[in-house]
């Protein structure tokens, strides 16, 4: 009894982190949303406004889509495992869909103006980003979804799709940073060091954006708010032990 009334516990906190990780989560899209369209001019697809696509859409998609996507198996605890699935892999794809629509409006734009592609740490960093994903996301479907993968191989594929997950989230976040200072020292030069508005703004959405990945990361890595195994996963997980150590289920 005492067990079961920790548990509960400990449990009940999930839901205020959850929360307060959308409340981090929708600050900072609002507050990328507030710089681009006060100090930048806005959003448009064409002309020099086109650049502005690329942070909005990254930071919607690779942070708080892709944050939001890791934490379907802590929000969605009791419902079935298959459509907890669906759900995962669809923010997934929304994620990638919209990081794509960034991707290219940034290539779009260098290439109009003539400028260079690919020299700086922040452009290395988001190539890889973006690779990774879309190659988490192809493993992750041909293991998990598609009904041709065992139940042995996704046993042993798991731990690898959870630690990339979570390594793939926290570049992501890393990779926006580094964006973040890049426009800064652009746009603002020497200007960054005097402490102006634009600069006391970007800096705090860097927190937030810090902030928003340190509460999704700290919510995976709670090992009493994991999913609980449903009746169907166990029978699964016992007929694999039963295949793999030769054991009858009358011998149990």
């Known amino acids: 009894m005492e067990s079961g009334a920790s548990l509960v516990s ?33 959003i448009a697809w064409e002309g020099v406004l086109q650049f502005n696509v690329h ?4 930071v919607i998609g690779l942070i708080f889509l892709q944050g939001d996507a890791l934490l379907v198996y ?20 929304f994620a990638f869909v919209i990081a794509l629509v960034g991707l290219v409006a940034v290539f779009d734009y260098h290439k109009k103006e003539g400028y260079a592609d690919l020299y700086s740490l922040h452009s290395w960093f988001g190539i890889l980003v973006f690779v990774l994903y879309f190659v988490q996301w192809l493993m992750g479907f041909s293991f998990f979804l598609f ?10 594929y798991r731990p690898q799709h959870i630690f990339f997950g979570a390594t793939i989230f926290l570049l992501s976040v890393g990779t926006a940073l580094l ?4 426009a800064l020292l652009f746009e ?20 937030l954006l810090a902030c928003f990945g340190a509460t999704v ?16 996963e166990q029978a699964l997980s016992m007929d694999f032990k039963t295949l793999t150590e030769g054991d009858s289920p009358s011998s149990q």
């Open 188 to 207: 603002l030069g020497a200007k960054y060091s005097t402490f102006v508005p634009e600069g006391v703004l970007a800096n705090l959405l860097g927190l």
């Open 179 to 182: 964006g973040l200072k890049e």
């Open 217 to 232: 990361l700290y919510i995976l890595t709670r090992a009493d708010w994991k999913r609980p195994a449903q009746a169907e």
């Open 55 to 58: 942070p909005l859409c990254m």
């Open 10 to 42: 400990t449990t009940g906190a999930l839901p205020c982190y959850v929360a307060f990780s959308q409340l981090l989560g929708l600050t900072v899209v609002t507050m990328t949303g507030a710089w681009l369209g006060l100090y930048r001019g806005g």
């Open 147 to 156: 009904p041709g993968a065992s139940f042995s191989l996704r046993s042993r």
């Open 74 to 93: 802590r929000v969605f605890r009791k419902e079935a495992k298959r459509t907890t699935k669906v759900l995962h892999g669809l923010l997934h794809v």
